[in-house]
C-alpha cells in the first residue's frame, strides 16, 4: 500500500511555477529522498503534504487521507520537521517536548519507546534553553519532538542543512531505527552524497521531477564513460576538454573535472594524450562510475 | 516595572496647568496704579517677573529671544486715564509659538488684570476687544476640586498604557511566531483555531489585569488618588476592553509577516487612537469628524469610563453606553480576526 499519493500536484507563486504536475509515491515503511537544488520546489510540496497551504491542482493522499479534506486527520498521524528550527528558544529542551506531547493530548511517558534513542543523547541538556543548543541537537530535538505523537508518516524538510558531516551522519542512522519501526519517511535534502542513503530517490528541478527511482537504479541508467580529470589550471582544462571533438559533457566536480564522452571507446590515455597536446602540465585522467550528483547534471542537461 | 516608570514619568509631563510664565513689564506710567497691577501680576503663582524696562522694542527683543513669554505693556498717562475715565488701554502680547502656553498666559493676565479693574471701577481692553463685565461669574470644579491636573491625566494615562501594552504584545506575539517558524509547527498540530486564540488571548489578558492593578496601586499610594467607583466595575470594564484591542493585536498580526511591519500598522493605530482618546483634549472640542472616528475608538471609551469611575465615582448604569461600545468593537474585531486567521496558508 502506498503511504504517499501524488497524482499531478500544480502550484504557482505568481507567475512562478513551484509545482508543475509532480506525480510521486511512497510506499508504507520507505525512507523517500526528495532532492534538488534550493528552489527545486521541495519545501513547497512539503507544505502542500502537511496541509500547511493548497496546491493549485491536482490531489495528494497521506494514508488514504485527502490533504484537503481530511487535513484534521492528517495533522494526527504525520510528524513535520521544517527546514529551519522552529522550536520554541526559549523553553527548554524538556519544556519543548512535553509542549508538543501535549499539544497532541499525549505524554512523553506514553510515547517514551519510540523517542528514546535520541531522546538519551540530548536528555543531558533537558534542563537548556532550546536556543543554546548546538546545530545538531537541535535537530535531534526538533525530531524528537515531531515524533513524540508517535506518527505513522514523518516529514523531514532539509534536516541536515547546516549540520555538522558527523551529526548528519548520526542523523541517518536514526532515521535508518525509525524505519524498522514502520514509520514511513519523506526526507528532503540538497546534499547529493545522502541520496544513497535513501531506499528510494526523486531528483526534483526546478518545481518538475526528473526521475524516480532506487539510486543505484538512477547512476546505473548513466550509459555514458565517465571521467574524472585532474590539472594545475582548471578554468583553462576545462575549456580546453570542451573543445575536444569527443566530449559529451564537462564540468567542475570539487577538485577535478568530470568529463561524459561519446563513445563507449574513448579512453584515458586518448584525453591525457589530447591534454598533452594543448600543454596542460600534471594530468591525471581516471574512469569513474557516474554518482548521483553525475546523473543529476545529465538530467538537468537533457530537461533544459 | 517599565510602566510605573511611565506612570510617574507621563503624568508630571503632561501636565497643563501653566506655572511659572516668564513675563516682560513695559511700565512708562510709573505710577502707583502701574506698580499695583506688576503686584498683582507677581503675587500670582503663574508669572515670573524676568524683564522689566520702559522701552517696548527692548521687551519685544526679549520676547523675540525667548527670554519672556508674555509682555504686558502699561502705557504713559495710564493712571491719569484711569481717573479722567479716559478709557485706559494696556496691551498684553504674548509668544504664541507654544499655542497652550499662549492660551493660558493671556487668559490669566486677563483674569488677573480684569479683577483688578474691577476694583477699580474701569474696563479693560483684551487686544482688539473690549469685554464689559457687568456680570460676575465664578466658577467652581466638581469632581476635581482643586482643579489638580494630575487628577485627570492619572486614570486616562492609565488607560492608554493598559492599550499600548496589550496592542503590542499581542500584535508582535504571533507574528513573532511567523518569524521564527513555530507557528508552521503549532499549524500541523491538531489544535483547533479556537484553542489557539484563547491559548494566545488569556495570558495577555493576565497581564493587562495586572498592569491594572500596578497602575492602581501607583495612583493611591503615590498620588492619593482615591477612587471613588466601584474597583470590580474598573476591572470588569478593562478585562472587556483588553479582549478587544487584544483582538486588534492579534488581526494586526495576522495581516503582517513580519515584526517591524507589525509594529509600524499597530503605530499607526495606536498615534490615532491616543490623541483622539481624548486624554490630552476634550474630545467635544474636537472637529465632528474626529469625533466621528471615535466611534470605533476603544480607547476614548476606556478613558472616559475609567474617568467616570475613578474620578466621579460612575456606576455600571452610568457608563451602560461605553462599555456597550466596547462590548460591540471587541465582538466585532475579534469575529474579523477568527475569520483572517488561517491554519492553512
Same mark, same amino acid.
Given at each position: 500500500?502506498?503511504?504517499?499519493?501524488?497524482?499531478?500536484?500544480?502550484?504557482?507563486?505568481?507567475?512562478?511555477?513551484?509545482?508543475?504536475?509532480?506525480?510521486?509515491?511512497?510506499?508504507?515503511?520507505?525512507?523517500?529522498?526528495?532532492?534538488?537544488?534550493?528552489?527545486?520546489?521541495?519545501?513547497?510540496?512539503?507544505?502542500?503534504?502537511?496541509?500547511?497551504?493548497?496546491?493549485?491542482?491536482?490531489?495528494?493522499?497521506?494514508?488514504?487521507?485527502?490533504?484537503?479534506?481530511?487535513?484534521?486527520?492528517?495533522?494526527?498521524?504525520?510528524?513535520?520537521?521544517?527546514?529551519?528550527?522552529?522550536?520554541?528558544?526559549?523553553?527548554?529542551?524538556?519544556?519543548?517536548?512535553?509542549?508538543?506531547?501535549?499539544?497532541?493530548?499525549?505524554?512523553?511517558?506514553?510515547?517514551?519507546?519510540?523517542?528514546?534513542?535520541?531522546?538519551?543523547?540530548?536528555?543531558?541538556?533537558?534542563?537548556?534553553?532550546?536556543?543554546?543548543?548546538?546545530?545538531?541537537?537541535?535537530?535531534?530535538?526538533?525530531?524528537?519532538?515531531?515524533?513524540?505523537?508517535?506518527?505513522?508518516?514523518?516529514?523531514?524538510?532539509?534536516?541536515?542543512?547546516?549540520?555538522?558531516?558527523?551529526?548528519?551522519?548520526?542523523?541517518?542512522?536514526?532515521?535508518?531505527?525509525?524505519?524498522?519501526?514502520?514509520?514511513?519517511?519523506?526526507?528532503?535534502?540538497?546534499?547529493?552524497?545522502?541520496?544513497?542513503?535513501?531506499?528510494?530517490?526523486?531528483?526534483?528541478?526546478?518545481?518538475?521531477?526528473?526521475?524516480?527511482?532506487?539510486?543505484?537504479?538512477?547512476?546505473?541508467?548513466?550509459?555514458?564513460?565517465?571521467?574524472?580529470?585532474?590539472?594545475?589550471?582548471?578554468?583553462?582544462?576545462?575549456?580546453?576538454?570542451?573543445?575536444?571533438?569527443?566530449?559529451?559533457?564537462?564540468?567542475?566536480?570539487?577538485?577535478?573535472?568530470?568529463?561524459?564522452?561519446?563513445?563507449?571507446?574513448?579512453?584515458?590515455?586518448?584525453?591525457?594524450?589530447?591534454?598533452?597536446?594543448?600543454?596542460?602540465?600534471?594530468?591525471?585522467?581516471?574512469?569513474?562510475?557516474?554518482?548521483?550528483?553525475?546523473?543529476?547534471?545529465?538530467?538537468?542537461?537533457?530537461?533544459? | 516595572?517599565?510602566?510605573?516608570?511611565?506612570?510617574?514619568?507621563?503624568?508630571?509631563?503632561? #501636565?497643563?496647568?501653566?506655572?511659572?510664565?516668564?513675563?516682560?513689564?513695559?511700565?512708562?506710567?510709573?505710577?502707583?496704579?502701574?506698580?499695583?497691577?506688576? #503686584?498683582?501680576?507677581?503675587?500670582? #503663582?503663574?508669572?515670573?517677573?524676568?524683564?522689566?524696562?520702559?522701552?517696548?522694542?527692548?521687551?519685544?527683543?526679549?520676547?523675540?529671544?525667548?527670554?519672556?513669554?508674555?509682555?504686558?505693556?502699561?502705557?504713559?498717562?495710564?493712571?491719569?486715564?484711569?481717573?479722567?475715565?479716559?478709557?485706559?488701554?494696556?496691551?498684553?502680547?504674548? #509668544?504664541?509659538?507654544?499655542?497652550?502656553?499662549?492660551?493660558?498666559?493671556?487668559?490669566?493676565?486677563?483674569?488677573?488684570?480684569?479683577?483688578?479693574?474691577?476694583?477699580?471701577?474701569?474696563?479693560?481692553?483684551?487686544?482688539?476687544?473690549?469685554?464689559?463685565?457687568?456680570?460676575?461669574?465664578?466658577?467652581?470644579?466638581?469632581?476635581?476640586?482643586?482643579?489638580?491636573?494630575?487628577?485627570?491625566?492619572?486614570?486616562?494615562?492609565?488607560?492608554?498604557?493598559?492599550?499600548?501594552?496589550?496592542?503590542?504584545?499581542?500584535?508582535?506575539?504571533?507574528?513573532?511566531?511567523?518569524?521564527?517558524?513555530?507557528?508552521?509547527?503549532?499549524?500541523?498540530?491538531?489544535?483547533?483555531?479556537?484553542?489557539?486564540?484563547?491559548?494566545?488571548?488569556?495570558?495577555?489578558?493576565?497581564?493587562?489585569?495586572?498592569?491594572?492593578?500596578?497602575?492602581?496601586?501607583?495612583?493611591?499610594?503615590?498620588?492619593?488618588?482615591?477612587?471613588?467607583?466601584?474597583?470590580?466595575?474598573?476591572?470588569?470594564?478593562?478585562?472587556?476592553?483588553?479582549?478587544?484591542?487584544?483582538?486588534?493585536?492579534?488581526?494586526?498580526?495576522?495581516?503582517?509577516?513580519?515584526?517591524?511591519?507589525?509594529?509600524?500598522?499597530?503605530?499607526?493605530?495606536?498615534?490615532?487612537?491616543?490623541?483622539?482618546?481624548?486624554?490630552?483634549?476634550?474630545?467635544?472640542?474636537?472637529?465632528?469628524?474626529?469625533?466621528?472616528?471615535?466611534?470605533?475608538?476603544?480607547?476614548?471609551?476606556?478613558?472616559?469610563?475609567?474617568?467616570?469611575?475613578?474620578?466621579?465615582?460612575?456606576?455600571?448604569?452610568?457608563?451602560?453606553?461605553?462599555?456597550?461600545?466596547?462590548?460591540?468593537?471587541?465582538?466585532?474585531?475579534?469575529?474579523?480576526?477568527?475569520?483572517?486567521?488561517?491554519?492553512?496558508?
Amino acid at each position: 500500500m502506498n503511504s504517499i499519493e501524488i497524482n499531478n500536484i500544480s502550484k504557482s507563486f505568481g507567475s512562478k511555477k513551484a509545482l508543475q504536475t509532480i506525480n510521486l509515491n511512497v510506499e508504507a515503511g520507505e525512507v523517500f529522498g526528495l532532492i534538488g537544488a534550493d528552489g527545486a520546489g521541495k519545501s513547497t510540496l512539503f507544505d502542500i503534504l502537511v496541509t500547511l497551504s493548497k496546491s493549485d491542482s491536482g490531489t495528494a493522499r497521506i494514508e488514504g487521507l485527502d490533504v484537503e479534506k481530511d487535513y484534521k486527520k492528517i495533522r494526527k498521524i504525520v510528524g513535520y520537521m521544517p527546514g529551519r528550527f522552529s522550536l520554541y528558544m526559549d523553553l527548554t529542551v524538556y519544556e519543548n517536548l512535553d509542549f508538543f506531547a501535549s499539544i497532541f493530548g499525549g505524554t512523553i511517558e506514553d510515547n517514551y519507546e519510540l523517542i528514546k534513542d535520541i531522546w538519551v543523547q540530548i536528555e543531558p541538556f533537558k534542563d537548556r534553553p532550546a536556543g543554546k543548543l548546538s546545530g545538531g541537537m537541535k535537530q535531534k530535538l526538533a525530531l524528537c519532538c515531531a515524533l513524540v505523537h508517535q506518527p505513522r508518516v514523518l516529514f523531514l524538510d532539509e534536516p541536515t542543512t547546516g549540520v555538522d558531516p558527523v551529526s548528519r551522519n548520526e542523523f541517518w542512522n536514526m532515521l535508518k531505527n525509525l524505519k524498522r519501526k514502520g514509520i514511513t519517511i519523506l526526507v528532503s535534502t540538497p546534499y547529493m552524497d545522502e541520496a544513497i542513503l535513501c531506499e528510494r530517490i526523486a531528483l526534483m528541478q526546478e518545481g518538475k521531477i526528473m526521475a524516480i527511482d532506487t539510486p543505484s537504479n538512477i547512476t546505473k541508467a548513466f550509459n555514458k564513460p565517465l571521467f574524472s580529470v585532474k590539472s594545475t589550471h582548471q578554468r583553462k582544462l576545462i575549456n580546453t576538454l570542451r573543445r575536444f571533438d569527443q566530449a559529451y559533457s564537462c564540468y567542475f566536480f570539487g577538485q577535478s573535472v568530470h568529463l561524459a564522452a561519446k563513445n563507449e571507446s574513448v579512453s584515458a590515455k586518448e584525453i591525457s594524450d589530447y591534454l598533452n597536446e594543448n600543454g596542460h602540465p600534471e594530468i591525471q585522467v581516471a574512469k569513474i562510475s557516474a554518482g548521483i550528483e553525475d546523473c543529476f547534471i545529465e538530467l538537468m542537461r537533457k530537461t533544459a | 516595572m517599565l510602566p510605573v516608570v511611565e506612570l510617574i514619568v507621563l503624568v508630571y509631563a503632561a #501636565n497643563n496647568d501653566m506655572k511659572n510664565i516668564s513675563l516682560g513689564i513695559v511700565d512708562r506710567d510709573h505710577t502707583t496704579t502701574s506698580q499695583m497691577i506688576v #503686584n498683582r501680576l507677581t503675587a500670582s #503663582n503663574y508669572f515670573i517677573l524676568n524683564d522689566f524696562t520702559t522701552s517696548a522694542k527692548e521687551a519685544f527683543q526679549n520676547l523675540e529671544s525667548g527670554k519672556t513669554d508674555i509682555i504686558i505693556e502699561i502705557p504713559e498717562a495710564f493712571e491719569k486715564d484711569i481717573y479722567n475715565n479716559n478709557h485706559p488701554r494696556m496691551a498684553i502680547t504674548v #509668544n504664541a509659538i507654544n499655542g497652550t502656553i499662549a492660551g493660558l498666559a493671556s487668559s490669566y493676565a486677563g483674569n488677573i488684570l480684569s479683577g483688578y479693574a474691577a476694583e477699580l471701577g474701569v474696563t479693560l481692553a483684551q487686544g482688539e476687544t473690549i469685554t464689559q463685565r457687568s456680570i460676575k461669574i465664578t466658577s467652581s470644579n466638581w469632581f476635581n476640586p482643586n482643579l489638580d491636573y494630575k487628577s485627570l491625566m492619572l486614570p486616562g494615562v492609565l488607560a492608554i498604557l493598559i492599550t499600548i501594552m496589550s496592542i503590542m504584545l499581542s500584535a508582535l506575539n504571533i507574528v513573532r511566531e511567523k518569524e521564527m517558524g513555530t507557528i508552521e509547527q503549532l499549524n500541523v498540530t491538531p489544535i483547533s483555531k479556537l484553542q489557539f486564540i484563547i491559548g494566545k488571548l488569556f495570558p495577555f489578558l493576565i497581564v493587562g489585569i495586572f498592569q491594572l492593578t500596578l497602575g492602581l496601586l501607583v495612583s493611591v499610594f503615590l498620588y492619593n488618588l482615591g477612587i471613588q467607583g466601584s474597583i470590580l466595575l474598573l476591572y470588569g470594564v478593562v478585562s472587556v476592553y483588553l479582549l478587544a484591542v487584544l483582538g486588534i493585536g492579534f488581526l494586526i498580526s495576522t495581516v503582517s509577516d513580519n515584526q517591524v511591519q507589525a509594529m509600524f500598522i499597530t503605530l499607526f493605530f495606536m498615534i490615532i487612537f491616543v490623541l483622539l482618546s481624548g486624554l490630552f483634549t476634550s474630545t467635544d472640542s474636537m472637529p465632528v469628524w474626529a469625533q466621528k472616528i471615535n466611534i470605533i475608538n476603544p480607547t476614548a471609551y476606556l478613558v472616559d469610563i475609567i474617568r467616570r469611575v475613578v474620578l466621579k465615582g460612575a456606576t455600571f448604569a452610568d457608563i451602560k453606553s461605553q462599555f456597550t461600545a466596547i462590548v460591540i468593537l471587541g465582538v466585532c474585531v475579534n469575529s474579523l480576526m477568527f475569520w483572517r486567521y488561517k491554519k492553512i496558508s
